[in-house]
């Protein structure tokens, strides 16, 4: 009987070992560090921001865009939804607003975004998309690894990521997503050929707002010395949304309004008897 448990001891050793050695990290690139794209956090980084961004967006979202900058050009927030503190979700979270760690495992590639805490998972255990999935403001993501030049060695994440919940926007000028969430985002990740600390993800948005498949890059550079923080957003935030419109909370701890001319909330609930 000691012998038969020393065996399947020792059997289950060797079957960890061999799970062990089936990551040779030899054949994944290289993204550890940490990783910053700076501002300002416009979705096309080549482009001017707000209309100079030339979203293709249909009628009907252009004209949700201009009613936002109208909104936000009176004090309001727009269709910029993040001013509450919810994550950006996919693809804003992208965007990179503070810095960002890569992980590669086995079966999973970690994004981890400092703000927000937003995290990524991209699976790349071969698996298939899941039946009945809770939309997630990250959605759900599966990647392959790529060997494009045939050297033995993985250098290219190809990810696509479906299953997104709302409200979401592509950048904090307002860009609208399509209010079904039926968004689809096609990424490919990789680093730069002349220069490792340059990581490059090529990112295609297709959604029912645009008239097309919109794709832009990003390009993002490591810091091999990171120096992470944490950042909280509902600290000192003095958004306050009632209903449908945002109010401020004044420094000495009175409501106020956000645009001029604002109505104050309904105060029904409330005694409003003067003193």
Known sequence: MRSLVVAVALAALCAGATSTRAF????????????????????????????????????EYQAIFEANL?????????????????????PRAMNVVFPMEVVVTPKTTYIMIEYLSMLRRIYTDGRDWPKDPEPAFMGYSIGKWVDEGGAGRYNLLEVETRNMKGPRAFDPSGIPLHSDNQTVV???????????????????????ALTRPWTVMKN????????????????????LRIGKENYMMSADGYLMPAKKDQPPPDLRYFNQARK
């Open 70 to 90: 109208a909104d936000q050009a009176a004090g309001g927030q727009g269709t910029d939804p993040t001013y509450i503190c919810i994550p950006d979700g996919m």
């Open 24 to 59: 040779d990290e030899s054949k994944y690139p290289d993204w550890s560090g940490e990783w910053r794209l700076g501002p300002p956090t416009k979705w096309d980084p080549s482009k001017p921001p707000g209309r100079g961004q030339e979203a293709p967006l249909t009628p």
């Open 186 to 208: 096609k990424e490919r990740i990789y680093l730069d050929k002349a220069n490792p600390d340059i990581l490059h993800d090529e990112i295609t948005t297709i959604d029912h």
């Open 220 to 239: 993002y550079r490591r810091s091999r010395n990171p120096h992470w923080v944490e950042a909280v957003c509902m600290e000192a935030n003095p958004h």
